[in-house]
């Protein structure tokens, strides 16, 4: 059976974070040995919001390079590359403008989200809202859809996204009478919530997280930080793994089920203190995550990772090339 085309997209917000990989870049390794997998790195959906401050765009760009490919993403499966290489994306986009009703722009509920990240007070939110954050959907259709792509890896809160992508292709074959454009499906991916040390979401910003390019070293430093149960404060205190929010979270992601009745046990008749329960998680983690950092300390040349970005690029850009032919060709514009 023919593979079906794949595409999903990662912003790059500089160097990632283990709840990175668990949500998005383990899936991606794991998928491309089932479809024909297109990943990207959306560097264009950055400049939606965060447009003023450039300077740290191309290193943030190599650096979740690095991340993808340490997660053992494949450039000999994959086709790996950066949005704004393809510049034919930014055509697609344009075109696609043209049959998207504003209502449906705006009806978008994770496009409420982004605005409210935009500023505390709603009204000034509503003012920071720029021509590019509130057409960010259609340019993620155009990623979609310039390389023709059929699936979506998504967690549960992205599936209404998927939904007006499916509307602006379906309402393009309608119009210019082809069926040149797929309607892309979601492919519903585990995303487990992770928590950063302090117990909020873990997120770059909150300076809370665990990042893939940590040494073992800082991460073991970072785990030790981890908020735990509130009432086991001494050693000989009993505590309560549900009430251990961070840490025990941790576990329940990365350790076996032998090692969890083992913790459970020695948490609640106080057998160990959570100084050295968390030592026991770093080395867990530590050991998850081992393969992955060697893999990306030996990417020591930023030349090696643009090489690879180059081919993908290449590739990438052939294939969109061929679909903006067709895209003109239906609406009846020139190839010039
Ligand atoms: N919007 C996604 C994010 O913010 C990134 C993205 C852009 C994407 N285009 C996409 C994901 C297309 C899947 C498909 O992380
Ligand atoms: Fe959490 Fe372990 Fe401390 Fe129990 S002993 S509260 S599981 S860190």
């Known amino acids: 059976m ?32 089932e479809h024909e997998c297109f990943y990207f790195i959306a560097d264009w959906h ?35 590359y950066v949005q704004s290489a393809i510049p034919e994306v930014a055509e697609l986009h344009l075109l696609l403008s043209m049959v998207t009703y504003q209502n449906w722009v705006e009806r978008d509920p994770t496009l409420k989200d982004m605005v409210r990240m935009l500023a505390e007070d709603e009204e000034k939110a509503k003012e920071e809202v720029t021509y590019g954050l509130l057409g960010y959907v259609v340019l993620q259709t155009s990623d979609i859809l310039s390389v023709l792509g059929e699936l979506v890896p998504v967690g549960k809160d992205q599936v209404a996204h998927l939904e007006l992508s499916r509307d602006i292709a379906r309402r393009f074959n309608h119009i210019y009478k082809t069926n040149l454009l797929p309607e892309p499906k979601s492919l519903l991916t585990e995303t487990p919530s992770v928590p950063g040390v302090d117990g909020r979401k873990m997120s770059k910003s909150y ?13 073991s430093k970072k785990v030790l930080q981890m908020i735990t149960d509130p009432k086991k404060i001494k050693r000989t205190d009993p505590g309560n793994p549900e009430d251990c929010q961070v840490a025990y979270k941790h576990y329940e992601i990365f350790a076996d089920k032998k090692t969890l009745d083992v913790v459970q046990d020695e ?12 030592k026991r998680l770093a080395g867990i983690m530590n050991s998850y995550f081992h393969e992955i950092r060697e893999r990306r300390v030996s ?16 590739k990438a850009r052939q294939v969109v090339r061929h679909t903006l032919e067709q895209v003109r060709d239906a609406m009846k514009l020139k190839t010039w």
């Open 2 to 33: 023919k593979k079906k085309r794949l595409l999903s997209g990662i912003r790059p917000t500089g160097s990632l974070h283990i709840g990175h990989y668990l949500g998005v870049l383990c899936n991606w390794a794991k998928l491309q040995n």
């Open 46 to 80: 950055t400049l939606t919001t965060k447009y003023k401050d450039t300077s740290e765009l191309q290193s943030d760009i190599l650096e979740v390079a690095k991340d993808i490919l340490s997660s053992g993403v494949d450039p000999n499966k994959s086709t790996i």
């Open 207 to 219: 300076g809370n997280d665990i990042k893939l390019e940590d040494s073992e070293e800082v991460a």
């Open 267 to 278: 948490c609640k008749t106080a057998k160990i203190g959570c100084v050295d329960c968390k």
């Open 299 to 314: 990417f020591k040349n930023d030349k090696d990772i643009l090489e690879i970005l180059d081919a993908g690029n290449k």
